[in-house]
């Protein structure tokens, strides 16, 4: 089982001395760590499922005594799952399985663990988050497990006893919406439609997202949760919506803790 791990030029996430990252535009690297995983470099816009297909084959090809890759397919494309057929060079030939998991803009766990105590320890302003937020990077969710209101559409802005004090759902949201900018490098939100981008001249701890009309991302959530909780026995519970960053699509869950 081999792992495919995709990187942007800004995760800074350390493989063997001595790999180059790409020093233009759309340009790939790979490395392959001789432990089964093979990582993938990009700069720009993530790269298509073509581009990964290729740029696998290329690092398989590049391996000694693999004469040829026959064939490379994407057995569930969602999860990134794929298959690669080998040649040897002795004309034999043996099957690959692997995963390609995306860790654009370290959007993965340890990444959002870092934020979170970053927020939580920082001299000026700390911000404890009323409950646990988690990032899977295989499955590209992210979840927000709380004692947050039970019912009804105010439960996305009833106040919740968390360590700092009283927190909402949507203050942990805003706060998270923040980290993606400032810790994590996320340059650019898609949530509805609507492309959003970090506004430089304002200057609020959480969220500084919004569109090209200056209608906030915050909000924007805020409308969508609450139409979410009406059809959904009007609980915040379970509800979800996904949203793009920086090109790759997220699931965003909340959690109710008992």
Known sequence: MATVIILDDRTGTEVDEGTEKPDAEGIYDTVYDGDETIYIYYRGSVPSKIAQMNAIIDELESQVGIDHVEEVKLDDPSAGDFTAKLVRANGSSATLTGSIILATAKMDSDGMDDVIDELENQTTNPYKFGGDVTMDAKAHTVTFTGAYGTSGTDSI???????????????????????????????????????????VNRTLKGSNWVD???????AAIEGKASAAITGNNNTINGVSFTMELDGVTWTVKIVLAS
């Open 157 to 199: 802005v009833t106040g919740v006893s968390g360590p700092g004090g009283s927190v909402t759902l949507l203050d942990d949201i805003a706060r998270f919406l923040g980290g993606l900018y400032r810790q994590m490098g996320v340059r650019a939100i898609v949530f509805d439609d609507e492309d959003y981008t970090w506004d």
């Open 212 to 218: 090209s009309s200056s209608g906030t991302l915050v």
